[in-house]
């Protein structure tokens, strides 16, 4: 029985279909080979047994974790504290292997462990024990359809307009308490402005003290009253939140005052009263605002959805009609409106003007070829779901802090205490002349005031903010500027970009190649070319659809193939007409065949390739590429040459890259003349030309080892294995298709333009800075206001906060945070300008 040898590269855990496939020279040593019988046919072959030094070594970097991960939605979060409470809980199970929650987009993504269960049990489990300490939890379905996304996201937005709506009624109720309780200073304030108001009996029963306490009472159990009971279920399951601190300090005020007027033998002055209920006041208005603020700050993701549309008009014609006909519908044609999750690829679908696609002049209709979940709108809101569930590095040091802050807080609040109650008032006596001693200058009185300040003056909202407010705001605004971002931590690593690593093809240039000319030995142009199609109509790259586009043009038959193989970055072989034919790099497809083309055959074609191209007239922005085809028996027959022309925005993305002191480097499987060609029209000096996806791996891997955070940009499979390296991987996605290239990246730039990718780090840049900013914020502001709440400006200053005081500076620190965010959103408006 006759036997065939062929060499293959191929995953160990993959299958191949193979058909019968002759005149292979022997392999190198390193390749494994497969000895199969053709006689009967195809054969379906697994991949066993395959060397450490094939294919392996490709697709080791294209290797995803297999580990499966679940997303919850978890509420009652109220601060850093409490994430990383969740974050202790989830990680404590022995089937997690790594949990990451956000505060702000309440979730918390969690990895398990290989044999770590079934997920979905996993899941429930873990959102119960969650559930059971304080945080609400549930899983959340991914993988919905359209309908159910855009209804998700609806219900979303609108359960948190009516909880901003409940907030602001709070807001109100309280500061009419606070109105109620203040007003006995009302007419002090009017006489310091020369106002006299005569005292009568609405005047005497606000500054009756059991008016004041029912009013303090009314707001702790009114507007207060959810703000207390959570705190104090946060601390009877041990993780405390800001909530605690706002209830404790609150109620201790209250109680003063009423321990002040149950024992009026203690000389304490009942107007502490007016503390719980000014402090309660500012709490809640600044929670307000910032439910405000965050519910501004995912107003992106909203319009992303309301691009999304739920209903589809299905457009149904006759059989008989030509779908290609210049009429735009036939008089039996039918519409009919249906979800959209209904549509099937291959329908046709009418979109009327004025709706999800603004058109003129008439409707539009649409032939389907992605539907539902699987349309570029929805990937993109699942993608952007997905990154903002993403932890940057850098919130971890913030979550450190966090964790541990509040039970620090109580330490510290009842330090204050011990200090001023048995030592301070003795060293410094006269802070006791201070009003916050009251009228008979009482040292516990002070104590007890200080320690309150301490409690409720700090602010653990502020650190848990900085990071998830900034990153939410930035992979939002990229994405509705085409630019998504996969997570907070890709943002932080492009941040620190210093190379970055651009492969030519379709990269550097259009990725729309044409044939220019064809050079043969023996053989007629039009037969270099038919066998080159056969070969390559089924390959993706962009040299191979050239050929396939001329063939075309030239109405060539092209005849049927079998045993098609591709090896990336070198070239396609298969069997055509009863002949092993290559096309590909000239060394590959050299080595291809035991009978070769002679040197002088090879130097001839060469000199006759020069030739035809020069005659041709390439222009100067144009790169060109040769390709060539060799057949069994014979060996080279002949090339094709094929040209590129540059991307407009290239040479400006460089320059650009360039003023913000990032080196570029040029990584290609091209000819050294067509790479060094190329460098020279963008400015990039440092090329490296016939490089296999392994030796741009290696380029990509000595850059990393030599300092640099390096990001690499390319479009294809062959750039596959150098995006996963890299520090970050930048993919163009060219006509919404999404390949090997955009699912090994951690950036996608889906408008296909390579100026995004300056766009997307300076956007990096801008959504750090604000991160820094607000925890350079949130660290200074506890640092600062914490001394001073507990009274270290008190014996040299005679300064002392007050309860309402810190609670209104609390609430301000956590606004500071989210409004700074905020300001993200005005990124690139400038350049908006500069640019119209």
Request: with cysteine; aromatic share 4%; hydrophobic share 45%.
């Amino acid at each position: 029985m006759a036997a065939a040898l062929l060499r293959l590269t191929v995953d160990p855990n993959s299958k191949l279909l193979l058909g019968p496939v002759r005149g292979l020279r022997t392999p190198p040593p390193h390749l494994r080979l497969l000895r199969w019988s053709y006689a009967q046919g195809p054969l379906r072959l697994n991949a066993i047994g395959i060397d450490a030094a094939t294919s392996g070594e490709f697709h080791q970097d294209l290797q995803i974790k297999t580990s499966s991960s679940v997303l919850l939605e978890v509420g009652g979060m109220m601060c850093g504290g409490c994430a990383a409470r969740v974050r202790s809980l989830l990680s404590a199970d022995d089937r997690v292997e790594s949990a990451v929650v956000n505060m702000l987009t309440e979730t918390a993504a969690v990895r398990l462990r290989s044999g770590g269960g079934e997920p979905d049990l996993t899941a429930e489990h873990l959102a119960g024990i969650l559930t059971q300490c304080g945080f609400p939890s549930k899983r959340r379905r991914l993988g919905l359809g359209v309908r159910e996304n855009v209804a998700k996201w609806k219900d979303m937005s609108e359960k948190k307009e009516k909880l901003l709506a409940a907030s602001r009624n709070r807001v109100v109720f309280a500061w009419t308490l606070v109105a109620l309780c203040c007003g006995s200073h009302a007419s002090h304030l009017l006489h310091s402005f020369g106002i006299h108001v005569a005292h009568g009996f609405f005047w005497d029963l606000l500054h009756n003290s059991y008016v004041k306490g029912g009013i303090a009472l009314g707001s702790l159990l009114g507007p207060g009253r959810d703000l207390l009971l959570d705190g104090f279920r946060a601390f009877a399951n041990v993780s405390p939140n800001m909530n605690s601190l706002v209830g404790f300090g609150s109620v201790a005020a209250f109680m003063i005052s009423a321990m002040s007027v149950i024992n009026p033998g203690l000389g304490w002055e009942a107007t502490f009263f007016d503390e719980p209920v000014m402090l309660l006041g500012f709490v809640l208005l600044g929670r307000s605002l910032e439910e405000r603020a965050r519910l501004k700050a995912s107003s992106d993701m909203n319009e992303l959805m309301s691009l999304i549309s739920s209903q589809s008009r299905l457009l149904i014609t006759s059989s008989e009609e030509n779908s290609s006909s210049p009429g735009f519908l036939s008089a039996d044609a039918i519409s009919i409106e249906i979800p959209t999750d209904d549509v099937r690829i291959g329908d046709t679908v009418l979109v009327l003007p004025g709706e999800t696609i603004p058109v003129d002049d008439g409707p539009l209709k649409v032939k389907a070829v992605k539907t539902g979940a699987m349309s570029t709108i929805s990937k993109i809101v699942h993608m952007v779901e997905e990154a903002q569930a993403q932890q940057a590095p850098i919130q971890r040091l913030a979550d450190l802090i966090a964790g541990p802050f509040v039970y620090s807080v109580m330490g510290l609040s009842a330090a204050t205490f011990v200090f001023w109650y048995y030592f301070g008032t003795q060293i410094f006596p006269d802070v006791l002349l201070n009003d916050i001693a009251g009228s008979d200058a009482e040292p516990l009185l002070l104590s007890l005031k200080l320690s309150v300040d301490v409690l409720v003056v700090s602010c653990p909202c502020a650190l848990g903010l900085a990071t998830p407010t900034a990153i939410l705001v930035g992979t939002s605004l990229g994405a509705r500027k085409g630019l998504l971002i996969r997570g907070g931590d890709v943002l932080e690593r492009l941040s620190d970009i210093s190379v970055i690593a651009f492969d030519k093809t379709g990269t550097l240039t259009d990725g729309k190649p044409v044939v220019i000319a064809i050079a043969s030995l023996t053989n007629e142009d039009s037969e270099i070319l038919r066998l080159a199609a056969a070969v390559e109509k089924t390959a993706s790259h962009p040299i191979a659809m050239a050929i396939l586009d001329k063939a075309e043009l030239l109405n060539l038959g092209i005849p049927s193939t079998s045993g098609q193989l591709t090896e990336p970055g070198f070239g396609s072989l298969a069997e055509v007409d009863g002949s092993l034919v290559a096309v590909g790099r000239l060394d590959w497809v050299h080595e291809r065949f035991q009978q070769k083309t002679t040197e002088s055959e090879l130097l001839d074609l060469d000199k006759y390739v020069e030739c035809l191209s020069s005659n041709m007239g390439i222009s100067s922005n144009q790169s060109k590429t040769v390709v060539y085809v060799g057949k069994e028996g014979e060996g080279i027959i002949g090339a094709i040459v094929v040209a590129d022309v540059l991307r407009q925005d290239a040479n400006i993305t460089v320059g650009r890259l360039q003023e913000m002191g990032i080196r570029s480097v040029l990584v290609s499987g091209d000819r050294e003349e067509a790479v060094r060609s190329v460098g020279k029209m963008v400015g990039i000096e440092n090329t490296h030309a016939s490089l296999t996806p392994q030796q741009k791996s290696n380029i990509i891997s000595n850059l990393k080892a030599e300092g640099h955070r390096v990001a690499m940009v390319g479009d294809g499979i062959n750039d596959a294995p150098s995006l996963a390296l890299a520090d970050v991987g930048v993919a163009l996605q060219i006509e919404s298709k999404d390949n090997a290239a955009s699912n090994a990246a951690s950036v996608i730039l889906l408008g296909n333009r390579l100026s995004q990718i300056v766009d997307a780090i300076s956007l990096a840049k801008a959504t750090m800075a604000k991160v820094h900013q607000n925890l350079a914020w949130a660290v200074a502001y506890n640092v600062v206001a914490i001394p001073i709440a507990a009274g270290v400006l008190l014996p040299k200053y005679d300064f002392a906060m007050t309860p309402s005081l810190s609670g209104g500076l609390m609430a301000l620190s956590s606004i500071f945070v989210v409004s700074n965010s905020l300001l993200l959103q005005l990124h690139g408006s400038s350049s908006k300008k500069d640019n119209c």
